[in-house]
């Protein structure tokens, strides 16, 4: 027997129920790419994925990870009834409604029995992939109580601020009188690590670090002064009794102070109401590693050391980190309120953005307006709600959106918060919760909190995996169905034991012989196993599956699938018949390799109920026209007869120009042909042999005259060419007419006078001509006229000579 070390591994890998995949198989269908052997398993997959558990539900070559794949396909070859798929849910444990104290008459509450958020516990049942939402409700309530503590730098640089400090016990009880009628404050200080170089060790330093006539008391980290109390005289008379302290640097040791304020909860005296930190400074901090200049290199350990009210460990003990302090503040609901001096705002304004729910006011120089700042920043943080969730199990998530005063609404991180309420606003919050797999560690059920910061109330939720179906409870383990007893029996399948492979656990590992078993897995003693198609496991071929779940390989060597038949309109079997081990088995009234012809003639009908219109012979259900010039389904189509053009003038020029006769029912009684337009005359198409065309030539009732082809194609659809101008006859130019009319009338005129004057001469030439001649025939008598009297007068001047002068 000849065994191989990769052959071995594919069995093995077979065991854990891992088959390989082509390339083209890896995207798609989680269901199927999942190949789960079981019901557990599939149900994990995604929200979409089910489990088939109907006994006979396997065809031969198919892997038992067939069972699983998306609900549609399975509800196509499995009954209803029998497909796994649990779903999510959720159940309200405690839904105690939020505290309305605006009622009249309303009965003054103790801490723990006033409620700002609904429900307090629910329980989420969580199918992988499936979302389970709930609306959480929050309400500012009223009266709400709240400790202050005020931790004081008594560095000899605030020794005016102490004065000033001193009486804020009872001035501050009174302003916040107004907020709240149960209000405790108490006080603590702060200076610096007792070790060098933060102060001076020697004897005298130790007993007065201060210099000159200054009367200082002893050096020290932290003390708490005051357990909260809502006696603000006590206050007054304690914090009157401190005595300002020095040390060496400037940073002050005020995380260690912090620190112990939030964990040591007993000493300070926190209830669960809202708990404010006023923490006063006029210096910078020490944090995480500045320890090291003392030679102190322990982390902080976030543990509560008081003595006696003193902390007593900061020689051993580092500074805490930033991260540090924000974790213990936010495990104990305390919101911090910075008042610092104007020189150092920068520094603690990027503190407040590391630090949710802090605020940051500026401190006079001598701590005179110190109410006025602690009331700015209470009113700033409480109006705003932010919520945080604890740690969440490995493979859930979580999403937050907030439905806030004015109808505003904030996702993504937006949407864990809400800001400006006021007391008495109620806003709420769509949570919804993921699980994208079950914990790696078996457990069914996991608990995390939900709360605001800043306040001491919270959601519990209790998450419940759905890891297996309900099938699961029901396997027969030892199962005589899973070859007597190697596996259990559950969900329609076998689970193998250990060792076990086989869709009925019938081989062991130990037994796997390479050759034997590959020889029963070759259709007639060829090369290719399980027809490149499968996986030869145990003796057997098991058929690879495609993403496509609807395309199967199957038969003893899967040498058969029902996707690679003939096809025909880019259809398997043309869609009239079944694809089985690569060949069409038809339905009724069809045939052929691809099923693509049918026998029923009605098809080929014509509307005169002849076939083929007379003029064709059907064949496959599809006329074949034996007359060229016809053509369409039923060779009732004839281009170019006849009449064409004047049929359908009328619907291509309402469809072309959106006028004429069929305008207003045009697209309804037009839309049997496509149509195309063209530029000009020259861009229409030409007949061409495969499918005759017709060239019409059409005039319109505005004497327009419009060009277009009607053609039908190969596929029977009717194509008509239009060319998008009318062809108009052009109108009358009116000024060239008048111009020419006027223009005529005056030559006509002018030639009229031409020709009057012309005659005039030719008859005044005619008269003269005529009188001339008379004139030489003429004879005229010599006789003088007896009326004649010359003109000729003599006169004689008697003194001349009376000789005769003639004039």
Known sequence: MRFKMDLKLLFISTLIGCLCYSSAQQEGNECIKA???????????????????????LKQGEPTSARCDELESLKKRCQATLIENPRGGQRVLQNKTV???????????????ITQIQPQKISLDLRSGEAQSFKLKFKRAEDYPIDLYYLMDLSFSMKDDLENVKNLGTSLMNEMSKITSDFRIGFGSFVEKTVMPYISTTPAKLLNPCTGENNCTSPFSYKNVLKLTSDGKQFNTLVGQQQISGNLDSPEGGFDAIMQVAVCGEHIGWRNVTRLLVFSTDAGFHFAGDGKLGGIVLPNDGRCHLENNMYTMSHYYDYPSIAHLVQKLSDNNIQTIFAVTEEFQPVYRELKNLIPKSAVGTLSANSSNVINLIIDAYN???????????????????KYVSHCKNGNVGEGENGRKCSNISIGDEVTFNISITAHKCPKNGQKNETIKIKPLGFTEEVEIVLNFICECQCHDAGVPNSPLCNNGNGTFECGACRCNEGR????????????NSDDLDANCRKDNGT???????????????????????????????????????????????????????????????????????????????????ICNGRGICEC?????????????????????????TEH???????????GEEKEKCEKDCNYFTLIKVQDRDKLP??????????CKERDANDCWFYYTYAVNNNSEKIVHVVEKLECPAGPDIIPIVAGVVAGIVLIGLALLLIWKLLMIIHDRREFAKFEKEKMNAKWDTQENPIYKSPINRFQNPSYGRKATAH
């Open 99 to 113: 505290t309305d104290r605006s009622k009249p008459g309303s009965k003054k509450l103790k801490p723990e029995e």
């Open 501 to 512: 492979i086989g869709r009925q656990c019938e081989c062991s590992t130990e037994e796997v």
């Open 686 to 695: 030409q007949p061409v042999q495969s499918f005759p065309l017709m060239h």
């Open 380 to 398: 700033s943080l409480s109006s705003e709600v932010i919520l945080e969730n604890s740690k969440l199990p490995d493979g859930v998530s979580i």
């Open 35 to 57: 190949n789960a052997k079981s019901c557990g398993e599939c149900i994990q997959v995604g929200e979409k994925c089910g489990w088939c558990t109907q006994p006979d539900f």
């Open 649 to 659: 003038k009328d619907c291509v020029h309402c469809m072309a120009f959106k006028t």
């Open 528 to 610: 290719d196993i399980c027809s490149t198609n499968g996986d030869c496991i145990c003796g057997e071929c098991v058929c690879k599956k495609r993403e496509n779940p609807a395309e199967i390989y199957s038969g003893k060597y899967c040498e058969c699938d029902n996707f690679n038949c003939d096809r025909s309109n880019n259809q398997i079997c043309g869609g009239h018949g079944d694809c089985v081990c690569r060949v069409c088995v038809c339905h009724p009234n069809y045939t052929g390799s691809a099923c693509d012809c049918s026998l029923d003639n009605t098809t080929c009908l014509a509307s005169n109920k002849q």
């Open 621 to 645: 259900g599809t006329c074949k026209c034996t007359d060229p010039k016809f053509q369409g389904p039923t060779c009732e189509i004839c281009p170019t007869c006849p009449g064409v053009c």
